[in-house]
């Protein structure tokens, strides 16, 4: 499929933006990415905040597809896929998390579309929690509160266990990422939980 200049300023922004950070990436340096003038750049997008806006608008379309991927299938593997595009995402895009802090003080209106994302993506992981207790999967809850928190601890771990593993020198891949949530719900486990865990969801993690 041939792409637009568009699509190729997008994403050769988002190469940029993943190595340097966005405050430190010039118009320039997208022109030379692109392999078009400055002039012809700025035909596309005025200038860097609307190239800044344009990406975000991609991240924020690709973010939605990914929540929309919530309950479409029945069973833990629903979960393991939607993990899946979750780590996809976080490893293309890693200048959000490099950027956050900028992007707040720069871009109010862009973190606040994410705090919205953020608010859907932990009520996601609550219910996920709750729909496994109703289909026998997992205990019901041990104490009043536990299962927030535990969701909360899954979306700290969708999010930052990547930039942690990069920082730390370590391996990022897929598998491991995913093991690094499963290992999180795997206590609360029932042992029909667990059976279905283990004949469905492990084989395709690569854990047995």
Known sequence: MHQTTKQRIIESSIRLFNTEGVANVRLQQIADEVGISVGNLA????NKE??????YENLFEAFSEILAHFLQNPGLNDLDEQL?????FFSQNKFYLIDLFEAERSYPDIIAQWQGFVSKMLLQLRKRLDYCVQR???IPEPAKGIYDILSNNIWLTIVFWIPQQVLKGQPSSKNLFKEAVWMQINPYFTPKGLSEYTSVVAPLSGQF
Do not use: F, Q, T
Not at 50 to 55: D, G
């Open 84 to 88: 899946d595009l979750y780590h996809a």
């Open 136 to 138: 026998g999967l997992l």
């Open 43 to 46: 035909y596309h997008y005025k």
């Open 50 to 55: 609307a190239i800044v806006s344009a990406v």
